[in-house]
C-alpha cells in the first residue's frame, strides 16, 4: 500500500522515548525517586506513542476519502485522541500508583517528538 503520509517511521518514537528517559534522570537529580513518578512517565509515553500511531492511521486514511468524509473521519480521530488524554490524566490523577507530573510530562512526549522532526526538516533543507 502506498503511504502518503509516511511519519519519518520509528524515528519519532526513538526520539519520544530518549525524551522519556532524560526526564526521569532530571526527575532523579530533582529527587523524584519514587517509582510512581516513573510509572506515570511510562504510561505517558505509552500513551503518547499510542496516539502518534493513531494520528498516522487517521491522515494515511482521510488521503484515500472524499473531503467531506475525510473531514468528519479526521475530527472524530482527533476527538479519540484527546478524550484518551484526558481519561489518561484523569485515572493518574485517582490512581495512587501513577504520578499526575510524571504522566502529564510523558503525554508531552509526542509534542518533543515532533518538534525534534520539524527541526531536522529545517535543518536538512
Known amino acids: 500500500m502506498n503511504k502518503i503520509f509516511d511519519l519519518q517511521k520509528d524515528k519519532i518514537i526513538f526520539v519520544m522515548i530518549a525524551y522519556t528517559i532524560i526526564v526521569y534522570g532530571i526527575g532523579l537529580m530533582l529527587g523524584l525517586k519514587e517509582i510512581n513518578f516513573l510509572i506515570g512517565l511510562i504510561i505517558g509515553m505509552f500513551i503518547s506513542i499510542l496516539k502518534y500511531k493513531l494520528l498516522e492511521l487517521t491522515l494515511n486514511r482521510a488521503v484515500t476519502m472524499s473531503e467531506a468524509k475525510a473531514k468528519i473521519y479526521s475530527q472524530r480521530h482527533y476527538l479519540l485522541r484527546y478524550t ?38 529545517r535543518r536538512s533543507s
Open 84 to 121: 484518551l488524554t484526558g481519561a489518561v490524566l484523569f485515572i493518574s490523577a485517582i490512581y495512587s500508583h501513577a504520578n499526575l507530573l510524571g504522566a502529564f510530562l510523558g503525554l508531552l512526549a509526542l509534542k518533543v517528538g515532533a518538534y525534534y522532526e520539524l527541526f531536522t526538516i
